[in-house]
C-alpha cells in the first residue's frame, strides 16, 4: 500500500514539474567548438535525461562484459553441485533400500561430483554402503575418518558404537556411548547405553549422574526417572548396606519415597535402620509398604526386626502386619508361619486354610503339610497336601525376561535391562488345584488320604525335601510302602525342585 501511495506522488511530483516547465519556459543557449545552439529548457532538460540513461546503459554493458566468463563457470559449478546432491540423495535413499549396487554407484558419482569427500554426507553414504555389502573394515575407517570433523563426530560415535555391538566389544561399545553422552547428554542412545553400562559394572553413582543428565535433557518422562532412580538407589544400599549402614539408609529411604511400591526399597530401608538400632522408624516404613502392597519379604523382615524377640512376640508383630491388610492372603500366610513357630497350631491351621481359600499356591500347601507334622506327624494328611502342592498354581517370584530369581535384582541378567524384575507367577502349572471352601469340622470329617501319593523319588516332596518351620523333621516317608496312584496328574519333570524353589518361607 505505501509503495503504490510513493509511486503516486512521484508520478504527481513530475507531472506538477513538467506542467511549470511548460508554463514557465525559458532559453537555454550553448556554445561549444565554434557552434552556437540555442533550445528551449524543457528540451535541454529532456535531453539530459536521455544521455543520463545512455550513459548508465553502457556501464551495464561493460560490467557485464567482464562479469560473463565468472557467471558462466559459476553456472557450470552449480549445476555440476546440484548433479552430485541429486546423486548423493538417491545414494542415500538406495543405501536405506538395501540396494548395495546402486548405492556404491550413485557414492562414487556423487564423490567425483562434489570432490574428494568434502562433503559429509559423502562420507555417511560411503560408511552406510560398506555396512550393507558388509565390509565392515572400511566402514570403521569411515566412521573414525568422520569422527575427526567437529561436524559429523557425533554421527561416527553412533556407527562405531554399533560397529563395536556388532563385533560384540562391549569394551569399545562403552566407550563411544559415554564419548557421545559426554559432548550431548541428549542423546537417548548413548545416554542409555551408558546407563546400562554403569549399572553392569555396579557403578550406582554413574549411573544415577547419567539417569540425571537424561532428567535434565528430558530425554526421560517424570514418572519413569523416578522410577527409575528408585531402582538405583536400592541397588546402591543393597550393596554397601553391611559396609555403610548410613549411607544404605539415606539411599533406600530416598528410594522408598520415590517409588512406595517397590518392596526390596523398603525392606533394605527397614534393615538399614535396623541395624543401626532404630526399629520404630523401620517398621514404620515396613508397615507403609505393606499397606500399599503386601510382601513375604516385609513380612520377614518385619517379623524378624529384633533378633532376641520370642516366637509371641513374632506371633504378635505377625498379627499387627494382619491388621493393617485384613483378608489378604499374604497377610494369612505371615500370621501362619508365625502361630507354627509358636506352636500355636490351631491358629496356623486356620490362618493356612484361609489362605489356600484366597489364593492357593504350591508354598500355601506345603505349610499345611509342615503343620501336621509338626503337630504329630500325621502322614496321611502330610502326603495329601503335598500331593496338592505338586498340582498347585506356582508360588509368585522375581521374574524378568523369562529367568526367575530367588532375589530381586536391579538389571535383568539377560538383557541388561533395567527396572527388570517385577514380582509374579512365572509359569502357571496345568490342573491347578481350587481354592478350599471347607470348614474345620470338613476337614475333621475328611479321610486322610484323598490322593495316593506319587511313588517316584525324583518327584515326591517328602517330608526331608522341604524345610519345616519350628519343629523337627521325622523320619522320611518310604515311597516303596505305598501303592501306586491309579488317578491324578502326573507333576512335570522337576517338580519336586520347583516345590523346593516357589515356597516362600518367611523366618
Known sequence: MLRVLAFFLIVLAAGLGFAWLADNPGMVSLTWQGQHVETSFLVFVIAEALLIFAALILAWLIVAFFRTPG??????????????????????????????????????????????????????LDAQTAMIEGDHQRAHAAFESMERDPQTRLLALRGLYLEAERAGNETAARHYAEEAARIAPQLPWAGGAVLEAKSLEKDWDGALQILEAQRESRLVGRDDSKRLRAVLLTAKAKAVADADPTTAKNAAIEAHKLAPDLAPAAVTAARALFRLGDIRRGAKILESAWTTEPHPEIAEAYVNARLGDSTSERLKRAKTLQSLRPNHVESSICVAHAALDAHDFALAREEALAASRMGPRESVFLLLADIEEAE????????????????????????????????????????????????????????????????????????????????????????????????????????????????????????????????MRLF
Open 376 to 503: 504329630g506327624g500325621n502322614e496321611g494328611k502330610m502326603r495329601e497336601w503335598l500331593s496338592r502342592a505338586l498340582r498347585a498354581p506356582r508360588d509368585p517370584a522375581w521374574t524378568a525376561d523369562g529367568m526367575v530369581s530367588e532375589e530381586w535384582q536391579p538389571i535383568s541378567p539377560v538383557t541388561g535391562r533395567l527396572d527388570a524384575f517385577r514380582w509374579k507367577v512365572p509359569v502357571q502349572r496345568l490342573g491347578a488345584a481350587e481354592p478350599l471352601n471347607i470348614s474345620h469340622e470338613e476337614e475333621a470329617a475328611r479321610p486322610l488320604v484323598e490322593h495316593a501319593p506319587v511313588t517316584s523319588a525324583s518327584t515326591q516332596p517328602s517330608a526331608e525335601n522341604h524345610p519345616t518351620s519350628g519343629a523337627a523333621s521325622p523320619s522320611p516317608v518310604d515311597a516303596d510302602d505305598e501303592t501306586p496312584p491309579s488317578t491324578g496328574t502326573t507333576p512335570p519333570p522337576g517338580g519336586q525342585e520347583h516345590g523346593e524353589g516357589g515356597r
Open 71 to 124: 557467471a558462466l563457470g559459476g553456472y557450470f559449478r552449480r549445476r555440476k553441485r546440484d548433479r552430485g546432491y541429486d546423486a548423493l540423495s538417491r545414494g542415500i535413499l538406495a543405501a536405506g533400500a538395501g540396494d548395495a549396487v546402486a548405492a556404491r554407484r550413485l557414492a562414487k558419482r556423487s564423490e567425483k561430483l562434489l570432490g574428494n569427500r568434502r562433503e559429509p554426507l559423502v562420507r555417511f
